[in-house]
Nanobody, 127 residues
């Protein structure tokens, strides 16, 4: 069993920055991709970013690629999402997710590729 715990969300003003963290514990695979998704009120959950096990490959949805940075520290089993220049439309619950075993260079954008999910952390951006 794998547990994912997100932290770092909160209420911020437009233009501020946040760093979300997600710590994995339990029986993680020897090589797994991690990702961030978000769900805004009244909308479906959407993919935000993914990072390969090696950290060498990253993929972002178009709407965030200039402001969001995903990174990971495998020694700490932790993935991060740095969010700069926050906008009100970034308001959402942010979820991290982990795959099962995948090649070390793989990134995943589809939710069904992820086996494990965190409970989410709320990010609210006021204008």
């Amino acid at each position: 069993q794998v547990q994912l715990v997100e932290s770092g969300g909160g209420l911020v003003q437009a233009g501020d920055s946040l760093r979300l963290s997600c710590a994995a514990s339990g029986r993680t695979s020897s090589s797994y991709a991690m990702g961030w998704f978000r769900q805004a009120p009244g909308k479906d959950r959407e993919f935000v970013a993914s990072i390969s096990w090696s950290g060498g490959n990253k993929y972002y949805t178009d709407s965030v690629k200039d402001r969001f940075t995903i990174s990971r520290d495998n020694a700490k089993n932790t993935v991060y999402l740095q969010i700069d220049s926050l906008k009100p439309e970034d308001t959402a619950v942010y979820y991290c997710a982990a795959t099962g075993w995948v090649p070390s260079s793989a990134v995943m954008t589809a939710a069904y590729r992820y086996n494990h999910w965190g409970q989410g952390t709320q990010v609210t951006v006021s204008s």
